[in-house]
């Protein structure tokens, strides 16, 4: 099995492509930086089936020899990484797809686009099923995200429909572990070094706002199992076990030492209230379930945190 991962280099991606590795694939993975990092595939490429191709996936694209999946998930993730790069995030939710798309349909490759939680929106409905719409403003400041995800969609429906391509969607929930930038703003890692560095932990609005995290193995294991059917999804992946930020801020200082104290700060525009995954067809469908415990995960996210001291960029958890 010959895996073209793009976003590689990112958080998600490359635990991805350790995992399909240790699987026994041999492994490309594609990748610009733009919000990912060299030092987190650096440990593999002394492996002789991994490969690495330093491209922007909006422009030209084509990989030399067989490619029997093409994995897309090219983006910026975070909100603090999409806010600065609007412009970068709508080119690689649509050109990029469209690139990512053809190879696939040339290659005669099963695609596997890696949507978001984020095209339901602010949420009317508890919890997100695949057959919600979302509420989403197209010109909000978490539009140039939500809608690039939501085009993304749309092409690769569109591109099944009309050339046949192999295409999957799944749609990620917030998941959490380590090699998260310590200042990608997103909750784990700003509560984590916020708490290890004994500073205040900047919960937004009143904590009351919840979310679901799943952890990045268990994620991994949802999107390789997608790789592996034939099914167009689109396919929630996430833990359907919620708490509230301040719930969450509570327990990583409590797993940091328990000495640092809790802040309020004020929540982001458009910032969804509830975000809950309903996990039934990955159960069907993929015999797919989150099996890492929150408490479990965080320690182990902790422990990377303290063995990489990084000064962290004071900033609000979401
Ligand atoms: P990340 O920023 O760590 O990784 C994204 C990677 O894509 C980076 O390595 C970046 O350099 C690369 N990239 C961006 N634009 C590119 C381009 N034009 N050409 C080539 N490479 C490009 O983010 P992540 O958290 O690992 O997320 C991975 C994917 O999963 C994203 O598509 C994201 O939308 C999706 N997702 C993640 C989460 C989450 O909680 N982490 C939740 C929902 C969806």
Redesign the pocket.
Known sequence: MRVVV??G?????SHLCERLLADGAEVVC???????RPGNVDPLRAHGAFRLLR????GPLDIAGPVDAVLH?????SPV?YRALPL?TLA?GSV?TGRLLDLARRKGARFVL?S??EVYGDPQVHPQAEQYWGHVNPVGPRSMYDEA?RFAEALTTAHRATHGTRTGIVR????YGPRMRADDGRAVPTFVTQALADRPVTVAGDGSQTRSLCHVDDLVDGLVRMMSREHPGPVNLGNPHELTMLELARLVVRLCGGTAPITFVPRPPDDPSVRRPDVTVARELLDWQPRVELADGLARTVAWFRERPVPPRPGPGY
Not at 9 to 13: E, M, Y
Not at 30 to 36: A, E, K, P, S, Y
Not at 73 to 77: C, E, N, T
């Open positions: 793009a976003g280099a990112g958080f998600v991606g594609v990748d610009n930086f733009l919000t990912g491209r922007d996936v909006t998930l090219a983006s910026p993730a990484d970068e690689v990029g890696a978001t939680s995800k990620i929930f917030n998941t």
